[in-house]
């Protein structure tokens, strides 16, 4: 029978179970006696809840409770988990609100039909202040972050891009944009007596959601079970846990019945994050033969009043070219609105838009072609940290995405090149984004029937986290992969870390990786055989032969140990292709190229698969996605999907996904280093360079709309 190898094709796991309806979603347990919450959001801006009238809700139909700040059993040890509170968002346990639309009540029904009717009858009176949400107005309130052990950095002398001849100095503005993942946010929540709760809820960490709850409540984790085996998208908005799974659990206790809250894809807009409007600044300066004397890159980004978020957007100008002096500042801006959260590629895609953009305007200024541009640049050691990389091919992506997207049929000249009306124009943008791993613990067992069953609390968001686990496992053991299964998305299995930050194939996949070793090696030591021998084993046959009903152990994988000798990074370049008409200056993107550098590909399928679902949201950012703000209300205008626009299959052309597909020896085992972010990495810098290639017009500000290029 044919080995399943790392590198193959293999179908999803699990897809069978999704595509016919049986993968059980969040919201889709039956839970006997399960009640429904609906929560009412706040109708002011800033200011204090002086009461809360729920007389009306409270006699509705099937009402079992209406939870206020007024009536509610306090969450002891309530606490944001991952952006450090500031003042810290509590719900139900102080009467402040800090931002529209924020929970004020929260209705619990028998249907929720009836919770939702009985939840637009609270009436709350507020004491309003002022407030402000209007980020141009308030850039000058910016504060350098106070979390964690952020420092602007400089190398060498500060602002050296002045000095030099030739000068880019440009500012880029991107807007908020929501993640809204086709699966609304739910939680499901019950406890078992006083100090023992169980959730269903959308989570990219179970072991997180775990220590989270566990700390709100008081209680000890192993009393505490998360269940998330199955999550339809999330892009970094489960990252954390919400305050509203909190009161899911609040109410669970209060009602003394199994809660369900779901939000509303209104909800969606305002309570789990978005990518924060960012405005970057970037000083470029080269020699006349366009060699880079100084990169600065600033950046200012939106924050909330009550918790501070922070992002990588100007890390990347410390690194990714070769400039003796390079400076960064960033700062936040805290303003009256919920707080933002990483949003796939997360600060990165930011930076990468105002670096490479600004890289291309100077490419323009020097008559140079921009892949010729960062050819003379290309870094070879990592200057931020000097340190060497552990791998880097970028220059292998720069030739195979040249190659495939056409650069040989790029005018230099922009608004030189047509077909029939159009303009027609190539961009190139690129990225890389830290290849992590950390700490796994993965269980493994071999049963007599010589299947294997690999268990471990990772998460799958959708990229296809069991099947590329099972690839591994299958390379490993030598196996088939209709002989293994992998289970994930539960507290109960042994530790795993959060699926962001593109580690879960690095982290999880060396814990697999070497469970197998390690069982392979305890089978071949029961079968007289040096332990490390590459002999097929039968796996079935030893343990018959010494009658083992089953084998089982446990191996943890420690994070990487050589992050402190070696800058590891995955790299990325795409390139677009689009066409744009002169007089509607409407965008056709005709094609993206995305070549990436990532290590060794898992599973090339659903890796591809990855890479275009990324290219799909780096489409969004570029052209369609931007999230508006009415200042006189502190309200979102487009929240909601008719006028949030996201890219539509008419938007979307062909994807190219092309895998350098070489081994990182250093980070992990098998040599990957991962697709999550880079996919999205890169893309609206591509797509701004190829709409000015197309017509000479430089748009700083995303997204693309038809009107800045009229
Ligand atoms: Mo990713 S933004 O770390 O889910």
Redesign the pocket.
């Known amino acids: 029978m044919k080995k399943d190898a790392i590198g193959d094709p293999l179908n999803r796991v699990d897809g069978r179970l999704k595509v016919t309806g049986r993968a059980t979603y969040s919201g889709e347990y039956k839970v006997p006696g399960l009640t429904y919450a609906v929560l009412v959001p706040a109708t002011i801006t800033s200011g204090t809840i002086i009461a809360v009238d729920t007389k009306a809700a409270q006699n509705a139909p099937g009402v079992l409770a209406v939870i206020t700040p007024f009536n509610a059993i306090k969450v002891p040890g309530y606490q944001p988990d991952v952006a450090k509170p500031i003042k810290g968002l509590k719900l139900f346990n102080d009467n402040i609100v800090y931002f529209n639309g924020q929970p004020i009540a929260l209705v619990v029904a028998d249907t929720f039909e009836r919770a939702t009717y009985a939840a637009s009858l609270v009436k709350a009176t507020y004491q309003k202040q002022p407030f402000e949400t209007n980020f141009h107005k308030n850039l000058d309130k910016g504060v350098t972050p106070q979390n964690g052990n952020y420092k602007d950095y400089v190398r060498g002398q500060v602002n050296a891009y002045k000095t030099a001849p030739v000068i880019v100095e440009q500012e880029y503005i991107q807007p908020s944009e929501m993640h809204n993942p086709m699966e609304l946010h739910v939680t499901t929540a019950f406890w078992d007596g006083d100090d023992k709760v169980t959730l269903y809820t959308k989570s ?1 960490g179970v072991v997180g959601s775990q220590k989270a709850i566990a700390t709100a409540f008081n209680l000890d984790p192993k009393n505490v079970q998360i269940n998330s085996r199955f999550v339809g998208g ?3 908005s489960s ?1 954390r846990t919400w305050p509203h799974e909190v009161a899911a659990v609040q109410a669970a206790k209060m009602v003394k019945r199994p809660v369900k809250l779901t939000l509303t894809r209104e909800q969606m807009f305002t309570l789990v994050g978005y990518r924060p409007y960012t405005i970057q600044k970037i000083g470029l300066g080269a020699t006349q033969d366009g060699k880079l004397i100084g990169i600065t890159h600033e950046s200012h980004s939106q924050s909330a009043i009550y918790e501070e978020f922070t992002e990588n957007s100007v890390n990347v100008s410390r690194f990714l070219y070769n400039s003796q002096n390079a400076n960064t500042l960033y700062k936040v801006v805290p303003l009256n609105v919920g707080v933002p959260a ?5 600060g990165e895609a930011t930076g990468s838009f105002a670096l490479e953009s600004a890289l291309d305007e100077l490419s323009y200024m020097l008559k140079l072609d921009p892949i010729e541009l960062r050819l003379r640049n290309y870094a070879d050691t990592d200057l931020e940290r000097n340190l060497p990389w552990s791998s880097k091919y970028l220059k292998e992506c720069y030739r195979q995405g040249a190659e495939r997207i056409g650069w040989d049929k790029r005018s230099s000249t922009p608004g030189t090149n047509r077909d029939g009306e159009w303009l027609v124009g190539y961009g190139i943008g690129c990225g890389a984004f830290g290849a992590y791993r950390a700490r796994t613990v993965a269980k493994i067992k071999l049963t007599p029937d010589g299947n294997i069953n690999i268990q471990s609390a990772a998460s799958d ?1 959708g990229p296809g986290t069991a099947t590329a686990m099972v690839l591994i496992a299958a390379d490993t053991l030598g196996l088939p992969a209709d002989k293994i299964t992998f289970e994930l998305g539960n507290s109960a299995f042994p530790p795993a870390p959060t ?4 580690a879960t194939v690095s982290s999880v996949g060396s814990a697999v990786h070497d469970a197998c070793i390690a069982l392979k090696q305890k089978l071949n030591t029961l079968a007289g055989k040096a332990p490390d021998s590459n002999e097929q084993i039968d796996y079935a046959g030893i343990l018959q032969q010494h009658s083992l009903p089953m084998l089982e152990l446990t191996q943890e994988s420690k994070s990487n140990d050589n992050a402190q000798k070696y800058s590891m990074y995955s790299f990325s370049s795409h390139f677009a292709q689009v066409y744009v008409h002169p007089l509607t200056g409407v965008v056709k993107v005709k094609k993206i190229v995305a070549v990436v550098d990532a290590g060794k590909i898992v599973n090339h399928k659903t890796a591809s698969s990855q890479m275009i679902g990324g290219a799909v949201g780096g489409i969004g950012m570029a052209m369609t996605e931007e999230a508006i703000f009415d200042d006189r209300f502190g309200r979102y205008v487009n929240g909601n999907f008719a006028d949030y626009h996201v890219p539509v299959n008419a938007d979307i052309p062909q994807i190219e996904a092309i895998f350098i597909d070489k081994a990182d020896p250093i980070i992990n085992p098998v040599g990957t280093k991962g697709i ?2 880079i996919s999205l990495i890169g893309v609206a810098a591509a797509i701004a360079n190829a709409v000015y290639n197309a017509t000479g017009k430089r748009v700083r500000e995303l997204p693309i709309t038809p009107d800045k290029l009229i």
């Open positions: 990219q999330a892009f970094g990252l990483p949003m796939r590629g997360p968001i699926q962001g930050g593109s999550g972010e």
